[in-house]
């Protein structure tokens, strides 16, 4: 796999997790007005991940061959991962879901092994950073890498407060060890 590849895989994961939380926001939405808040934050920290992967190219582009085979990437089931994604997207359009079943997508989605390829390109996109010397570029990586820490603690406090599963919490609480 090229690392332009790479990029081009994790902005589609990026992007179709922002699209199906999207749409949870919407269904979820009007069964509790906290739901659709949760939702929606849930997307918009996606498509800043999209965003980031490609802003994170651009950066590359400067000092980094993007047709290169890239070595070191994480031993990743991509196949598993667009398959679980691509059952739930269907299921968000064909089942009529509950707020448990919306936090089952989403535990399941986040502890699918996607989130290392978005880290996985963080490091190059920091490698380039420092080769193009250009710190200043450093603080942004750092606030989003933050956000990718806040972004499971948030699923994890939403489950609690609006699913109150305990099967659901457990599952949520795993994906901090995972």
């Not at 085979?69 to 994480?74: A, R, S």
């Not at 598993?80 to 989403?106: C, S």
């Not at 990586?141 to 919490?169: F, G, Y």
Request: glycine share 4%; proline share 2%.
């Amino acid at each position: 796999m090229t690392l332009n590849e790479v990029f081009d895989t994790c902005k589609d994961l990026e992007l179709r997790h922002a699209k199906l939380y999207a749409n949870l926001s919407l269904i979820l939405g009007e069964l509790d007005v906290r739901a659709a808040t949760f939702w929606e934050n849930m997307s918009t920290q996606e498509w800043h991940h999209f965003i980031m992967v490609d802003f994170g190219r651009s950066i590359c582009e400067k000092t980094v061959d993007l047709d290169q085979i890239v070595e070191g990437l994480p031993n990743l089931n991509l196949d598993q991962i667009f398959e679980i994604l691509e059952r739930n997207e269907k299921r968000v359009f064909t089942e009529e879901l509950d707020l448990n079943d919306g936090f089952e997508i989403a535990i399941e989605l986040e502890g699918t092994e996607s989130d290392s390829l978005y880290i996985y390109l963080t490091s190059i996109v920091i490698d380039s950073i420092n080769e193009g010397n250009q710190p200043y570029l450093m603080e942004r990586l750092q606030k989003i890498e933050k956000e990718m820490v806040s972004h499971h603690t948030e699923l994890i406090d939403a489950t609690k407060k609006l699913s109150r599963n305990p099967d659901l919490v457990r599952k949520a609480n795993a994906l901090l060890h995972h």
